[in-house]
């Protein structure tokens, strides 16, 4: 099971940008799906983007956010642009060899341990 530590939360106003990262212990395989998710204290842990021979993002992201691997396909970065205070979560990376839905947290064996993204108005 790979060991995934994702990073590069922060504060950001309301329309800025930040860019997470997240790192695996030894390089993915092209069918291993690598992906975001998020939880609020309201919202259950909900898919953002994921990747692995496409993209895929939630409709609340897309247009905004760019989810990409690095060609070692060690990092998987989130790029988010044109931050919304409603972004404000816990993002955590996923990683797996799907058996369901690729926006399921139960589809994935591995996790980060999560990075706060707070966006201020």
């Known amino acids: 099971q790979v060991h995934l530590v994702d990073t590069g939360g922060g504060l950001v106003q309301a329309g800025g940008s930040l860019k997470l990262s997240c790192t695996a212990s030894i390089p993915t395989s092209s069918d291993v799906t690598t992906a975001w998710f998020r939880q609020t204290l309201e919202i259950e842990r909900e898919f953002v983007a994921a990747i692995r021979s496409g993209t895929w993002y939630a409709d609340s992201v897309k247009g905004r956010f760019a989810i990409s691997r690095d060609n070692a396909g060690n990092t998987v970065y989130l790029k988010m642009n044109n931050l919304k205070p409603e972004d404000t979560a816990v993002y955590y990376c996923?990683?797996?060899?799907?058996?369901?839905?690729?926006?399921?947290?139960?589809?994935?064996?591995?996790w980060g341990q999560g990075t706060l993204v707070t966006v201020s108005s």
């Open positions: 996923a990683a797996g060899s799907l058996a369901g839905d690729l926006r399921w947290p139960s589809s994935y064996a591995s």
